[in-house]
């Protein structure tokens, strides 16, 4: 049994400056520091950073007045903005600068009179954010079906914007329904999604090719992490959405010649090596990882926390 590990995986840019902005905040300010929200969608990572002083709470009113904030990496409203600095909040803004991006493009459209559809999952935080951001109204849509429902009539101008744990591939068939029944529609260049989310899902395409068995490193809230077992799956392998190491059934790898890990881009590199070390236990006789892209983007910090 062999095991091959997809490449790119795990941390994207915008998790690792997220995690990073409250690590350098407790050693800047010392603990408390106060989170609004899990910072990324996994309970290691949030355990990690609690055990070091983060508290995490589900609303601004629980942070008490004056005191250091971070704002998770999925965005926040308007209205939470708004509460922060009635508390009088020092606020550091984790917000992945992709989803600032979209933010902003939806602000943009909006002001143009367009009608701003946003392609994304309801409830999932990244949305309810960026809803938040727009002072107009926002059609959410998951589906191609759902774009037939819409209640505007054909001649409508729209625009869409699209959740960033959503790849091109994923939205391909709705922004299609969208210029299908509408005349005017404009929309961000493919180029603006998020690079991670669709690397991340080539990358587990050719993992799957070659490996029967695809354990994807994640947490179950993670939606890039859920579609990363979802493609697997399509391509034909046994895969298993998995938070770490101590999740493996050993009874998954029954007659599996390969089995392929990756991990969601919430998802750290010590949890793959642990279930690396965890799959050699099992008789595992080699590790290799396939050729890839190689991710190089950086985001800059808040210059309130940038090395002196």
């Keep these: 049994m062999r095991v091959v590990l997809a490449q790119p995986r795990g941390f994207c840019a915008g998790v690792v400056r997220a995690v990073e902005i409250v690590e350098r905040a407790l050693e800047r300010y010392g603990p408390p520091v106060y989170v609004r929200h899990e910072i990324v969608h996994n309970r290691h990572v949030v ?15 629980e942070i008490p007045v004056g005191a250091v904030a971070v704002f998770s990496a999925h965005g926040v409203a308007r209205k939470v903005e708004g509460e922060a600095a009635l508390r009088r909040l020092d606020v550091l803004d984790a917000t992945c600068p992709l989803v600032t991006k979209v933010h ?40 191609a079906a759902e774009v037939e429902t819409l209640p505007l009539p054909r001649e409508t101008p729209v625009s869409f914007i699209t959740q960033t744990t959503l790849s091109v591939d994923d939205t391909r068939g709705v922004i299609a329904a969208i210029r299908a029944r509408f005349d005017d529609v404009t929309g961000p260049d493919t180029r603006d999604i998020c690079y991670a989310t669709q690397n991340r899902q080539t990358a587990v395409r050719e993992l799957a090719r070659i490996a029967q068995v695809v354990l994807v490193v994640g947490a179950a809230n993670s939606s ?14 046994r895969a298993y959405l998995i938070a770490d190491a101590a ?11 390969a089995i392929g890990v990756t991990a969601g881009a919430s998802a750290p590199e010590r949890l793959v090596e642990d279930l690396v070390a965890r799959l050699r236990d099992l008789g595992a006789t080699s590790v290799e990882a396939l050729p890839g892209i190689i991710e190089d983007v950086t985001f800059r910090l808040p210059a309130s926390l940038a090395a002196e």
């Design 104 to 143: 902003n493009e939806g602000r943009r459209y909006a002001a143009q009179g367009r009608q701003v559809i946003l392609v994304g999952h309801a409830g999932h935080p990244e949305v309810i954010g960026t809803m938040g951001q727009i002072d107009a109204p926002v059609h959410l849509v998951a589906t």
């Design 47 to 61: 355990e990690d950073l609690r055990a070091r002083g983060a508290v995490f709470v589900k609303e601004v009113d």
């Design 247 to 257: 999740a493996l059934d050993p009874a998954w790898l029954d007659g599996a010649a």
């Design 224 to 237: 890039n992490s859920n579609r990363l077992r979802e493609i697997a799956s399509e391509c034909g392998a």
